[in-house]
């Protein structure tokens, strides 16, 4: 029987809930289409996760053990899923589209001579071929891209599909994997890491994202602020990123993350396209913004036209009262 | 050093567009220099203006995009290739990996700069597909580049955080628009880019059946569609208690998100 591969990424300890969301939606495909359904697992301990991946169905978990992983180089990635992947002989191999995936995946294809699908918004099996609608041109557009080769590598942007639990009981097969640390061409040196990253933007339910409005530490000091009391990830423009008030990391949009929360806060952002690219999908949208012209209010589910700097104290304050209560 | 930047010629994102029967028409046939390949050019310039050398771009595209070649070279690019295929619309990512690859075999250079994605179709494929035809080591999604003791140092941006990548020459590094501004060419330079060599080949001069590439391309455009709109939501302007207290009174009772 033909299969789908999914592979799942790993956070401290946590499968990325964008990797189960393409998980649940990969059993029901497989379910419709008469396929086997299989996961790859690359971890320094992935034994953990088996427990995890079998309230999501899958007919067999692949785990691949070894500390290099940790170390975030995309050429063991590379290796190992391409052993996986010639293991597996799957007709479709589906990942969330994390960072470290966009790193690996036109490599993969091309090692695989297979077809590659980045960053879809949707997609689906009819017959032969993988039918997919992936965003373009900033996200104002919606291409419709498919393939029909033997072997496909789809790659799903976050908040697409929900989670859904289906439960089994798959056996682990843990795959040998020889990995020579010497012969790495490429090193990892350091890793640097912000106060900013430690709530997974991309995961987050709530986040509170802030523009060019917010001008200087003081209003940096009011997202913050704001965040905190919402138990919230903090999001930024490329305004406020590049000019050093945010890290990088927290970049939402074309070049930055994607992310789709149950709740987004556009504080100050004028709501440029490449802005808007990584944040629509947001389920509520509450935009503050002092211009009423300003185009984030064309997304926002409920706009407030206003100082953000007025309106920030209040708003935090009467959230801490809810909470309290 | 010489550093080879891959560059792509891209409709202007910013004009209106509309669908018409799942094709796409916009306003202005304005084509204008990749954003992520500007910034793959203005890397390049800055590293061998710091270490000596030179910067070579490569473009895949029609006629038309040597207008784009000349962009850079006004920049500060030494020299352009022009890779002339005067059709692109049935190829995709990997298909101009292929092309790339088969300009950069008979070639040679320190390190190949990419964008990280293209500014129209956001792939972020090309990249990977090339250094992996050229067994070139590669980091994607660079924010800051050093060159030091022959290798190249990448720092890239990853899912949290950032990391340090050292990269032995020759190398791949695809390229961020978060890593610089790139420069707006001088009256200077662009005077000077006009007597700048730049050398046209086709595909079949490399060796490589762009008739075949196109028909056997593995993956297929076949239309457009416009992107599902949002119900349209609630605005409110005046006193900030006023805003605050309705705001609060919906996310809590109407959209239950809090
Ligand atoms: C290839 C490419 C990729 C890009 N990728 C991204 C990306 O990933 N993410 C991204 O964000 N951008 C991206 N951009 C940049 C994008 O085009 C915009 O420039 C950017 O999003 C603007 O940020 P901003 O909304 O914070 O700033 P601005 O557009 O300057 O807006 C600031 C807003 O704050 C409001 N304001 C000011 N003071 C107050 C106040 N006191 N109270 C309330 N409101 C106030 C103003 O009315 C204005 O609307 C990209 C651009 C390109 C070309
Ligand atoms: N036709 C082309 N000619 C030269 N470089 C290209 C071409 N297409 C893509 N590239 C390079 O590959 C990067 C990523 O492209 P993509 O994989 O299409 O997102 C671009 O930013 C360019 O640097």
């Known amino acids: 029987m033909s299969k789908i591969l999914v592979h799942v990424a790993t956070a401290e300890g946590k499968i990325k809930r964008s990797s189960l969301e393409v998980l649940s939606y990969c059993r029901k495909l497989a379910d419709d289409n008469s396929l086997g359904l299989e996961v790859a697992v690359l971890d320094i301990d992935p034994a953990r996760y088996a427990d995890t991946l079998n309230n999501y169905g899958p007919d067999k978990i692949y785990t691949i053990k070894h500390p290099i992983f940790n170390n975030h180089l995309s050429s063991p990635v590379i290796d190992a899923l391409s052993a996986l992947v010639d293991k597996s002989a799957p007709r479709l191999v589906a990942f969330a589209s994390t960072e470290s995936t966009k790193e690996v995946m036109g490599a993969l294809a091309a090692r695989h001579s297979a077809a590659a699908i980045p960053d879809v918004a949707s997609f689906t099996i009819n017959g032969k071929t993988v039918e997919t609608e992936r965003p373009v041109m900033a996200a104002k557009v919606l291409s419709k891209t498919s393939s029909s080769s033997d072997l496909v590598f789809v790659s799903v942007r976050s908040g697409s599909y929900d989670v859904a639990e289906k439960p089994g009981s798959a056996a682990v097969e843990e795959v040998a994997f020889d990995f020579d640390e010497g012969g790495l061409k490429s090193i990892l040196k350091e890793v640097i890491s912000s106060a900013g990253d430690k709530v997974d933007l991309s995961e987050a339910e709530v986040v509170v994202a802030a523009g060019r409005g917010i001008k200087d530490e003081e209003g940096r000091k009011l997202i913050e602020d704001l965040a905190d009391t919402l138990g919230a990830a903090v999001g930024a423009s490329r305004a406020v990123t590049e000019s050093g008030l945010f890290p990088a990391t927290l970049q939402i949009g074309q070049t930055g993350k994607v992310v789709s929360p149950q709740l987004y806060f556009a504080i100050g952002i004028s709501g440029a396209i490449q802005h808007v690219a990584g944040m629509a999908n947001s389920k509520v949208i509450v935009a503050i913004n002092k211009d009423p012209d300003a185009p984030i209010f064309q997304y926002a589910t409920y706009g407030l036209v206003g100082d953000l700097f007025k309106i920030l104290p209040l708003l935090t304050e009467q959230i801490k009262q809810v909470k309290a209560d | ?258």
């Open chain 2, 1 to 258: 050093m010489k550093l080879s930047v891959c560059i792509k010629q891209v409709p202007d994102v910013s004009a209106p567009i509309s669908i018409k029967d799942g094709t796409l028409s916009q306003d202005s046939d304005r084509m204008v220099l990749d954003a992520y390949s500007a910034s793959a050019v203005e890397e390049a310039l800055v590293l061998t203006e710091k270490h000596g050398g030179e910067v070579q771009v490569v473009l895949v595209g029609p006629e038309k995009a040597k207008e784009t070649i000349r962009k850079a070279l006004a920049m500060g690019a030494a020299s352009g290739v022009h890779i002339q295929v005067d059709d692109i619309s049935g190829l995709d990512s990997s298909a101009f990996a292929e092309i790339l690859a088969a300009w950069h075999k008979k070639s040679e250079y320190d390190a190949i700069l990419t964008g990280k994605q293209s500014q129209d179709t956001d792939a972020g494929l090309t990249g990977g597909m090339l250094a992996w035809s050229l067994e070139l080591p590669f980091a994607a999604n660079a924010v800051g580049l050093e060159f030091e003791n022959g290798s190249f140092i990448v720092k890239r941006q990853g899912d949290s955080g950032q990391e340090m990548v050292e990269l032995k020459a020759p190398c791949l590094i695809t390229c961020s628009n978060d890593m610089n501004d790139p420069r707006i060419p001088s009256l200077k330079g662009i005077m000077q880019s006009k007597r700048k060599p730049v050398e046209t080949v086709t595909p079949a001069d490399l060796g490589v059946d762009i008739a075949s590439l196109s028909s056997d391309s593995k993956t297929e455009r076949t239309g457009f569609k416009e992107v599902p709109g949002r119900e349209p939501g609630k605005k409110f302007e005046g006193e900030a208690e006023e805003m605050v207290s309705n705001l609060m009174n919906l996310l809590e009772n109407e959209a239950k998100v809090l």
